[in-house]
């Protein structure tokens, strides 16, 4: 299982990244689909999920300006995040499951300046 996400960068407070999340090695539409987070210091927390029948979940810090999406052709998973703070500066990672084995990408940074 191979997760490689792209799409990182800086941005001003009140911008706009999208991050994306390219799958191999698994049957994608079957696999619920996870971005998290890791700031400086604080433990990796779950930010938004796309599961395999459809549903999205979102952390409440993030509800209203973060929107997860698929693409079960593409195998990719996007993270698209607007009205960014400075507090959403952290490493992003794709993640899924397989198993129960789960298996993360190498991440990507996100810094937001104030």
């Known amino acids: 299982v191979q997760l490689v996400e792209s799409g990182g960068g800086s941005v001003q407070a009140g911008g706009s990244l999208r991050l994306s999340c390219k799958a191999s090695?698994?049957?994608?539409?079957?696999?619920?689909m996870n971005w998290y987070r890791q700031a400086p210091g604080k433990e990796r927390e779950l930010v938004a999920t796309?599961?395999?029948?459809?549903?999205?979940d979102y952390a409440d810090s993030v509800k209203g300006r973060f929107t997860i999406s698929r693409d079960n052709v593409r195998r990719t998973t996007s993270l698209q995040m607007s009205s960014l703070k400075p507090e959403d500066t952290a490493v992003y990672y794709c993640?899924?499951?397989?198993?129960?084995?789960?298996?993360w990408g190498r991440g990507t940074l996100v810094t937001v300046s104030s």
């Open positions: 993640n899924t499951q397989r198993g129960g084995t789960p298996f």
């Open positions: 090695g698994i049957n994608f539409r079957l696999h619920t």
């Open positions: 796309f599961t395999s029948d459809g549903a999205t």
